[in-house]
């Protein structure tokens, strides 16, 4: 692998639009190829964003030996066969959120993953947020005791459109896989993976889920209540209570930029930490510099991380009547 990391998209859509500019803020690696299905969609992403070349198949970019990672922003159902193809090609991945459709899915990129011994991270952008690594930093350093609940809500209102992908579930849409990850996500990062997973809601005439809310239940007591909607909108806040106090993130929780910490008998204390650029590029270094080292995981994402979390959104899907398959016919 060269000194600089080099970077091929995989999908010139909305998400990859707002992540390709924030390669700026990010030593030693560039953004060179990009791939859509449509030759003329990846030329003009290319031309926009002063990319070298310029794929018309996800297949070329996967075969280009000019690109040493992939970024993967194509719809959640194409991820499976996609990270497969590419792992088997040697490629390094960051792979968009939700990770894939379905849990078996998720399960066979890690196994390849592993077995290959090629780098792979879901590109949750949250956990490498300034203000998240803060208060990932409170936490440890025992700010608010013991970490026993977690609230967070994450929805938008969104009209309903079957052919729109976020509610066409053969494009992997629905509230869970588009926001409910981001609740999930969070929570895991925290507590760990729980114990029960109690899931209600509604789906829409697609089949996609409309709105979730998620109970996760520990044998030990902790518990966390998220939840996600396309069908309301909701604040975006998220709230880590402890034994001797409690963290508020301010929205939206996902990308924040000011925590609160409220200790036991003390004034709360707001904090803020920007983002760098659109807030992408600080997963983009994580990468890169994992690359760098030889590393085949994040220590901050790691694959067991993705694999709890995607198996919680499984269960509740299962428990919505939502039924999420992988797209075969991508490569």
Not at 22 to 32: E, I, K, N, S
Not at 37 to 52: C, I
Not at 168 to 186: I, N
Not at 280 to 304: F, I, K
């Amino acid at each position: 692998m060269s000194n600089e990391i080099r970077w091929g998209i995989v999908g010139p859509g909305r998400i990859a639009e707002s992540v390709v500019p924030d390669f700026a803020h990010v030593p030693g690696a560039r953004a060179v190829a990009v791939a859509s299905r449509s030759q003329e969609r990846a030329d003009a992403f290319a031309a926009r964003h002063g990319l070298e070349r310029a794929h018309g198949s996800y297949a070329s970019i996967i075969d280009d030996p000019e690109v040493d990672v992939l970024y993967l922003a194509t719809p959640h159902p194409q991820h499976h066969a996609l990270a497969i193809a590419a792992l088997r090609a040697g490629k390094a991945l960051l792979v968009e959120k939700a990770f894939t459709a379905t849990t078996a899915g998720a399960a066979e990129v890690v196994d390849l993953a592993r077995e290959s011994g090629t780098f792979v991270m879901e590109a949750m952008w949250t956990r490498f947020q300034p203000a998240v690594v803060t208060l990932r930093d409170l936490v440890a350093d025992g700010a608010i005791g013991e970490v026993r609940s977690v609230q967070a809500d994450l929805g938008v209102a969104r009209e309903y459109d079957p052919v729109d992908r976020l509610f066409a579930l053969e494009l992997g849409g629905g509230a869970l896989l588009d926001l409910g990850v981001y609740v999930v996500s969070f929570a895991q990062m925290l507590l760990g993976t729980p114990d029960r997973v109690v899931a209600t809601g509604s789906v829409f005439p697609s089949g996609a889920d409309a709105e979730a809310a998620i109970l996760l239940g520990y044998d030990d007591g902790r518990n966390a209540a998220l939840t996600t909607s396309l069908r309301y909108a909701l604040p975006g806040t998220a709230r880590v209570v402890g034994t001797t106090g409690w963290i508020d993130v301010q929205p939206r929780f996902h990308h924040p930029q000011t925590i609160v910490l409220h200790r036991n008998g003390a004034e709360p204390e707001e904090i803020t930490r920007p983002q760098t650029g659109a807030g992408y590029a600080h997963e983009l270094v994580e990468v890169t510099e994992c690359l760098r080292a030889g590393r085949t995981e994040s220590a901050v994402m790691p694959l067991a991380d993705t694999l709890a979390v995607q198996d919680v959104l499984g269960q509740a899907a299962d428990q919505l009547g939502v039924r999420h398959t992988e797209a075969t016919d991508v490569v």
